[in-house]
């Protein structure tokens, strides 16, 4: 009898030594006074927190941590319901020995006597750092999504389950007006009866994601506008647990699209009026400018024709200055001869004094003579008087011709001013063109908007 409870005592201490050592190996394990003194650590402990054995050993447990903790209202009272045999789980920052701040999930409990009094305090903790970082940053990214998003959750079947502050003030809901309804009342009925309502919570339900924006009816029947996700959310089995709505209201920026649509379509207006004016006037100018090209090739024609009848013109009042000139010549050559007679009738009357009928003829032949000398002077005055009139007229040829030849020069330079005006003309053609094609997918660009 006696060697059997002795080996059940034995079993026993196997049993206690093996968990004390899977215990060690698992945890940072620390035993405490009931004052907080530390009696004994593990190395699991020392690796953690840094320190060497000698260095903690009768420290008191609030070494290793923060001030703000030590000194907060919830220190003092945990170790009183510790040393009441309360046993506690929390997760607390600790100071290491270098100054690092690390997150551990302890466990406190009651070490007892033989008589159940509490005698010490262990504590088993396990580094959490790592998961406690990524739950804050996971955290704070909900809280942001709470504070910028409209949060709904439904279950599959798209019954409401909660909703944030948010979406509930968008809406003019109060949490308890909408838990357990569906969400069919934020939309129009004929949509909520409709195939593609049912379709849309088939989809999510079966795990597909929804996103765009989506137009809803709010409490006070006015219209809400949102740019939402549809989320799934799936169970670890894979099935789908709940369908999570993430939305920005966006009614402000439609209303003003709508707005800047309507402003646009008058405008649209207003510049088709303005292309089909604008066509109108390039039409007529673009005839005048034909017009006057006509008129000016016309024009050009006829002084070039000018041109030829001045130079001919020039050409002849050289040629009759020419003969003018030998007429002159001659008729000074005539009165020439005709002093050369009258001096040799002089001499023939002198030597016929006393022949009557010679001297008769011999006056008869000087008044020819007389009269041919009047009618040579005459001519020779009007002859000078012909060349004067000649050189005159070549002047007025040679300004004309100079008077045409400048209108030439501009009728050019006005024909190179109305090609380039037609060239302009052109352009401007091309532009209002390119206008309209812009504007007609500034057109349809705003219907888009609109939408």
Known sequence: MNSVVSSIGQDRNDLSYDLHAAVDVSFAVAEFDLNGRIIRVNERFLAMTGYDESEVVGQH???????EVVNGPDYDLCWIELRAGKSKRVVLPCVTKQGDLIWVEETYGPIRDCKGAVSAIMRLGVDVTERHEKLIDLQGKV?????SHAVVEFDVKGNIL????????IMGYELAEIVGLHHSMFVEPDYAQSADYRAFWRSLANGKYS???FRRVGKDGDEVWFEATYNPVFAPDGTVRKIVKFAVD???EVHSLGDLKTTLDSSFIDIDRSLCKFDQNYERV???CRLAQVHLEASSMIAGR????????AQRMTELQSVA????????????????MENALDAVRAGARDTPELKARIDNLDECVSENVRILTALRLDMKAMLNRVAVVSVAVEKQGDVISQVTSEMHGVQTSLATSQGLLSGLQMVSEEMAVAVGRTREASVVLAR
């Open 61 to 67: 447990h609030s070494m290793f941590l923060p001030a």
């Open 143 to 147: 809280d942001a999504i709470e504070h």
């Open 162 to 169: 909660t909703a944030n502050h948010h979406f509930l003030s």
């Open 211 to 213: 996103a765009r924006q």
């Open 250 to 252: 966006i009614t402000g």
């Open 286 to 288: 673009a005839k005048a």
């Open 306 to 313: 000018l041109v030829s009848c001045v130079e001919e013109s």
């Open 325 to 340: 000139d030998h007429v002159f010549d001659t008729v000074i050559e005539g009165d020439v001869a005709a002093v050369a």
